[in-house]
């Protein structure tokens, strides 16, 4: 069995991807034998809906108690209320879906909810992160290959 690296990393994104949680190939030459651990939650992020409280202008929160930071502009007094996308789990954070690969998105990207934002990987496996709204991105706050934390915020966004 001459499978190289590249091949068994397509495999294991192409069954991660699926419904399979059990793949095995055996022949004379060896075997390859790709297994889901079932005690990982690894459909959270692509469901998980931050519980961000979007405040309209006129209301008024008290400074410990804001869950989205606030960016108001001088010439204009209305604040415009940026939405936060965090980290539904413990991972390390990619910014593409492989290291020569272009990036998800970009500080200035207009992205659509539902739209793939990132990766965080967690126990080997690869969970997308969906933008939960539609807008812009403002800020992206995680470096490439980076540790990030449950709820840590990853993206600013301003919502359209």
């Known amino acids: 069995m001459n499978l190289d690296i590249d091949v068994i990393r397509r495999l294991v994104q192409l069954i991660d991807k699926s419904g399979v949680t059990e793949f095995e190939y055996e022949?004379?030459?060896?075997?390859?034998?790709?297994?889901?651990?079932?005690?990982?939650?690894?459909?959270s992020p692509v469901s998980y809906t931050p519980q961000v409280q979007q405040a309209a202008p006129q209301v008024t929160t008290s400074p410990d108690s804001?869950?989205?930071?606030?960016?108001?502009?001088?010439?204009?007094?209305?604040?415009?209320?940026?939405h936060e996308i965090k980290s539904p789990i413990v991972g390390t954070f990619y910014r593409a879906p492989a290291p020569d690969a272009e990036s998800y998105c970009k500080v200035g990207d207009r992205v659509t909810q539902g739209q793939t934002l990132c990766i965080v990987e967690a126990m080997k496996l690869m969970n997308e992160i969906e933008s939960d709204v539609s807008g812009t991105i403002v800020k992206i706050l995680v470096d490439n290959a980076k540790p990030v934390e449950y709820g840590q915020a990853l993206f600013l966004v301003k919502p359209d």
């Open 27 to 43: 022949d004379d030459s060896g075997r390859i034998y790709i297994s889901k651990k079932h005690d990982v939650v690894a459909a």
């Open 66 to 82: 804001s869950p989205a930071p606030a960016k108001s502009s001088e010439s204009d007094n209305s604040a415009t209320v940026l």
